[in-house]
């Protein structure tokens, strides 16, 4: 078989020629993967010289069709011969042969870009929320995070606490019945629009994990964690401005602190990653016998998992987080993530198996419906930058990716 | 999960037990770092780890063939530690990874099996492979089903790896023995002799309810065998999986696991200093 490629504008026409039988079909189906993967995001699949295609090529049709669909992508057939298009309809894919965009136009309805800039190595396209109500989230500290230093944990310290739609948090909690039975599994997790990520300590690949749906709201055991409400009044995509350059995550706080104007912001930003760097509990912490356990070297490597190289390239990351310049305020529950230090920030990272993310304006919610959608998180990761000169990892870094962010306002703890 | 201890004592119980290589020199190298392991009559116990993480030291200290600086081994709650070896394989059958180890060439394979039948009551070459003794042998080596019962006055040598190892492994069980070591018995065999011998452990340990530990350098075989996984590594336990939360190990979740400890030997003291001023 024969693929050639021609790239017009935003649209990739690809032709197929010779025979797309079980031999040839994943083969078609990694380059159409690859094609997508580079950011094509309209495929036209021209068929004018496809003399055969078995179940295994209409499955790649399908498949490629889904994948581009939940992308808000669209992946059309043209020119089939009459035997290949007879068993195109038979199968009911005919409606392939149409581009579904041109009947359901929403452009005109949907948010433009505000604003747009370059800032090296990224460039981003800025949207306003058209749905947001305020203007910053509020934020505040629930729990101790100075425990985790200086004595652990007791029941005393852990609440249940629910997670609607409108509430973010970032701490250290667990999924269970209480605090006793939390004690094994106590470790990461992010809350975000109604879907809540928990690190699972014995298995780092199969983080467990809660959807908010109809009155269904998820609960989580909570030792501390920073939670903020509200929703996110701004939206932006960026990518490298060159093919090649990754934006590292002290970019996108940057960025999204001036598109705030605020000098502390939230964040959601889902994205191709490029490589993360973090760590993650291997044991709940609150199993120590002696905090000093868990700083110290070299026993800090039974209580710690880190990478000290960045992972996960490929995969597609839903990382949740606050950045800020303030060091007054929020020092005890931020670090460094840029080289000069100055900004600060606190971000978990959920790790998904590669798919296509959809370009132009989108909801939060919306698009993590689709995100969890079929496929469940591989990974969950406290993101930090490894700022060692010569040995340090650096700083997560992603592809390209899209982003929510809000100014958040602090407020003082209030009792739940 | 925590089902009420049984009050027998445990098949074998390890308790402390470090043994360390060149021991004062640079090339100081901690084998087994205090290592404590209860293993329940009847329980198949799979070994997994990294080169060097003391699979095969903890198999040597429970056998006795190495002696070991400090800790306690008890076996069906009797102190086995100061005893020798030869004592020990009273109790202990074993099977290692060289084919050639568990069998004597120049003998027949009748007179290996003699000669292992007899080895908890009388060692001596002199025991003649009586009629009674050799229909016994025919019986035991046709459960083999290697059609090796035909071929018992033959040479050892004469024998292909697998079919030596299988015979070492019949050996091994022949008496009975408390606690069964194969010691990555099938690491030096072709894919398909492996796959016969492995299937043989298999078949013997549980028709016999049999307390075995394997050592392997083979995920899929730590995944798809025993009711036990121990993970070592620098001569400590790292990870202890058993009932369900085994059944439920995948090659997927072992890789990663691996990877992990990959990871952290990676990390020096002064990236430690690093990571403990980031955890939050």
Redesign the interface.
Known sequence: MQIRKHIAGPKVEIHVEGRLDANWASHLESYLNETIRQGARHVLLNLGRLKYISSAGIRVLLTTFKQLKSAKGSFVLSQPSPAVKSVIDMVGLDSLFHDSRESQDQTGSLPQPVRTFDRLPGSFRVYRNPSSTKSAQSWHLVGS?HL?HSGGYTGSECRAIHFPVDVLGLGLGAFGNGYEDCIPRFGEFLAVAGHVVCQSVD????PDFMIGESSFIPEAQVLYMMAGTGDFPFFMEFQGQEEGMDIPLSAIGDVAMEVCGADAVSFACLGEVSGLVG?GY?RSPVLAAHPDE?????S??DW??????PACQGAITLAVGIASRRVDMLA????PLDRDKSILG?VHAAVFPYRPLAGGYQELRECLEVLFQGQEPIGLI?L?S???RI??AGESKLARGICWTSPIELTEETSR | MNSPKAAAPPMLDLHGVRKVFHPGTPYKVVALDGISLEVEKGSFVIIIGTNGSGKSALLNAIAGSVPFESGRISLMGRDITGWPEHLRSKYIGRVFQNPLMGTITELTVAENLVLSSSRSTLRSLRTAVTRRSMNDIKDRVASLKLGLETRLNEKMGALSGGQRQALTLLMATWTGPDLLLLDEHTAALDPKSAELVLHLSEQIISHERMTAIMVTHSIQQAVNLGDRLVMMHRGRIAHDDTGPDKQRLRVRELLSRFEMIRCGEQVDQNAAVMLAEQII
């Open positions: 995070p985790l298995s780092p690949d199969t760590y291997r868990i700083f110290s070297y070299p800090i490597l710690i998992h880190y990478r000290s190289e005890s529950f931020t670090r606190h406290h930090l490894d700022l060692q040995n340090g």
